[in-house]
């Protein structure tokens, strides 16, 4: 194997991915992470006796049979995970349900609920397994050296090239009848950032069943032991990752990228780049004027993900001892999914859906015994008041009054919200904290502060962003290629990784 030298921009689970799986293979690979901890979106703080995890609510795939599985038990990763059970618990105006980590309990519960959708309840699982299946099959079929033509999809994989082409509520209303069941099935929508009216039916139905086949799970520790064992895989097989390197520029001399550059005036000789960063940043990187015209525009006309805005709450009460059940509650006050969607996005926190997540019930370390440590988020747009009060000026902008008046705000109606559910929540309180769409951009670099990459639509998911860039020796990994969610994240990585290898093995 040559001696390939390989920089990876950014430590977020994608670029450790792909590290780890280069330093493994030999080579020598060096992370340049902007933030002081590896994982981006995967890590925790702490504020007095409490850990909070930044992101992470359940990681799918991560169980025996899972498509995560393999690609943590092949870099050697052994982290304790806990299979949540029940799997997450769904309120909507007149449903309140825990919904068990058994499949076949929770179909057993929904026939309970809606004895008329019967038939349409197993239909729809039916056609959602069998898309896990056919999408499967796609992948070994590639990995086989099987390549079908375009016109040959259909045939070979029918359910996959039906879901992919159509929008979740398309998919859905096929089989289901009444709007209540249909809101119910769609409950994990917000976890790829579309209402069921435009997010690709082939991904939802890869997330439905990866979570409710395969299984939720939550590692002990948190997002940042799973980074963290990422991060031990690539200097345990003497990569490195530097911290506090904010990477300015990709240095392309006679079309080929050969260094890397970083605020701090550091320049790292590159024989592979990988970049972790969205593909409009990297392009900043390389300058555009290295790339196709046609390539910058795709590009730009991207549409990030929304973000997100979050609570972050230190409780002075176990509300696990008195009653509060589930890791997750999914809290909606339609079914409506579209005006649930049309509320996030024009920043109406007051009636958008919004989860609430006891990480004290599943990881009982992240809080001292008898207090809680509780996660209150919803979606939510970067451009909200203009830019939160910014006017897209983000220089100091955490001491822009506007800025804080907003953000304050925000935080307390998700507080008055959750009150209600909550009896005396407020005055439980010991430690507060409250994250917008630009602190996730501060802290990860993330455009728009998107926790998805682009929309995952119809058209994005049947076109997606490749993984090679025009540059012949860079490469992109994270949400923008692999989809959003911290386990495409860590495939997209792996995806990356192997590229590389079968261009310098």
Known sequence: MLDVKAVVIGAGLGGLSAAAHLARAGIDVTVLEHHSVPGGYAHEFKRGDFR?????HALDGAGPGGWLYPILDELGIDLAMTRLDPLYRARYPDIDILVPADLTEYRAQLESLFPLEREGIRSLIGALRRVSHDVGLYTVDRRQGTRPAPSEIPARYPAMANAFSRTWSELLGSHIGDARLRALFSTLWGYLGLPPSRVSAGLFALAWTSYHVGGGYYPAGGSQALSRAFADV???????????????GITVRDGTAVAVTTERGLTVDADVVISNASPVDTMRFLGTDTLPDHYVERRRADVP???????????????GAEGWKGHEVFVSDTFDTDADYKAAISGDFANASMVIADYTHTDPGCAPA????????T???WGYADTWGTHGDLDGYRRNPRYRALKGAAGQTLLRRAERLIPGLQDSIEVMEVATPLTNHRYGLATHGSIYGREQTVD?????ISPKMPIPNVFLAGAWVGGGGMSAAIGSGRTAAKIVLSRFG
């Open 379 to 381: 979606l939510a747009p």
């Open 370 to 377: 008898g207090k809680s440590a509780l996660v209150i988020l």
């Open 305 to 319: 993900s929304l973000s997100t805005l979050v609570l972050y709450l230190g409780l002075d009460r176990d509300i």
């Open 234 to 248: 690539v200097t345990r097989h003497a990569g490195e990752i530097l911290y506090r390197q904010t990477v300015n």
């Open 52 to 56: 909070f995890d930044v992101a992470l």
């Open 460 to 464: 994005n998911l049947l076109v997606r």
